[in-house]
């Protein structure tokens, strides 16, 4: 059974950065879209960002482009989300999802693999 495992969470003040990883153990027998949603206190999970099988083709939400950048390692299984100038609306707790063969976009879509979540905390 393929887990992801994503770590990289923590505090920040507004305006720094933070890198989030997500390994997927052990190794999908395809080599899997993979991508991350966010939910904050109260809200509905959002998407955040997303990158296909191959590494090439990236997508972002309006919210991080610009900020926010995905890309993968494929040797080593993982995604990493480079976080820069952060806010306080980028507080939440940040899940990685995987699947094998859908691109990841909706947040209420049952994708494969999903991972346990990570905290960002963000202050003023």
């Known amino acids: 059974q393929v887990r992801l495992v994503e770590s990289g969470g923590g505090s920040v003040q507004a305006g720094g950065s933070l890198t989030l990883s997500c390994t997927a153990s052990?190794?999908?027998?395809?080599?899997?879209?993979m991508g991350w949603f966010r939910q904050a206190p109260g809200k509905e999970r959002e998407f955040v960002a997303a990158i296909d099988w191959s590494g090439v083709s990236r997508t972002y939400a309006d919210s991080v482009r610009g900020r926010f950048t995905i890309s993968k390692d494929g040797s080593k299984n993982t995604a990493y989300l480079q976080m820069n100038e952060l806010n306080s609306d980028d507080t939440a707790v940040y899940y990685c999802a995987a699947d094998r063969s859908r691109p990841i976009v909706r947040p209420d879509y049952p994708y494969q693999y999903w991972g346990q979540g990570t905290q960002v905390t963000v202050s003023s």
């Open positions: 052990p190794r999908p027998d395809r080599t899997p879209y």
